[in-house]
T-cell receptor, first 114, second 117 residues
Framework: DGGITQSPKYLFRKEGQNVTLSCEQNLNHDAMYWYRQDPGQGLRLIYYSQIVNDFQKGDIAEGYSVSREKKESFPLTVTSAQKNPTAFYLC?????????????FGPGTRLTVT | GDSVTQMEGPVTLSEEAFLTINCTYTATGYPSLFWYVQYPGEGLQLLLKATKADDKGSNKGFEATYRKETTSFHLEKGSVQVSDSAVYFCALSSHRTLIQGAQKLVFGQGTRLTINP
């Protein structure tokens, strides 16, 4: 079955440590996205990538980094510079080039930093 | 800039009640409009969408009509079930937010819906 996988589902880290969240898709989509979800808020865009080896900052990129070395994979690193890293992180992908295309979401990773 | 405003939750209804979740938007041009649903502990799934004025999106008994004159895309269902309990997000994308082929969705804050048996 085609879809997006994110691992792990739950992640715990100590303050000051970098952590990398995995996102893999087998939908053959060019575009991939990372969102952050906080309680009572909508999704906010962290980074997006329209094609391999290219990515752009979203609305809240500070303290995060990404890479896009393969079409299928778009890992997100939460660095120690991110002031409030505890959140639910969602990865998504879509066909490139249209405003009406659906974004497909993974199941998310809940990160807790103490 | 573009924005989406949703009815504040939480919303609690009894099974078989009629549901309306309000959504209004601000955007230049002609955005596409979406309703996504998030079940507990999961990612988002597309529920329905509409891409031009007066279009009606529908799925699983839910409906929403793209009203350009009132800049609205209200979600409705005639008879809700316990299994409809979830968080519902209204979202838009427009040519203004389409950046080099990557679609930037603008989300509302979400409305938590609980259906009691």
């Amino acid at each position: 079955d085609g879809g997006i996988t994110q691992s792990p589902k739950y992640l715990f880290r100590k303050e000051g440590q970098n952590v990398t969240l995995s996102c893999e898709q087998n939908l053959n989509h060019d575009a991939m996205y990372w969102y952050r979800q906080d309680p009572g808020q909508g999704l906010r865009l962290i980074y997006y990538s329209q094609i391999v080896n290219d990515f752009q900052k979203g609305d809240i990129a500070e303290g995060y980094s990404v890479s896009r070395e393969k079409k299928e994979s778009f890992p997100l690193t939460v660095t120690s510079a991110q002031k409030n890293p505890t959140a639910f992180y969602l990865c998504a992908s879509s066909i490139r080039g249209g405003v009406s295309h659906e974004q497909y979401f993974g199941p998310g990773t809940r990160l807790t930093v103490t | 800039g573009d924005s989406v405003t949703q009815m504040e939750g939480p919303v609690t209804l009894s099974e078989e009640a009629f549901l309306t979740i309000n959504c209004t938007y601000t955007a230049t041009g002609y955005p596409s409009l979406f309703w996504y649903v998030q079940y507990p502990g999961e990612g988002l799934q597309l529920l329905l969408k509409a891409t031009k004025a007066d279009d009606k999106g529908s799925n699983k008994g839910f409906e929403a009509t793209y009203r350009k004159e009132t800049t609205s895309f209200h979600l409705e269902k005639g008879s809700v079930q316990v299994s409809d309990s979830a968080v519902y997000f209204c979202a838009l994308s427009s040519h203004r937010t389409l950046i080099q082929g990557a679609q930037k969705l603008v989300f509302g804050q979400g409305t938590r819906l609980t259906i009691n048996p």
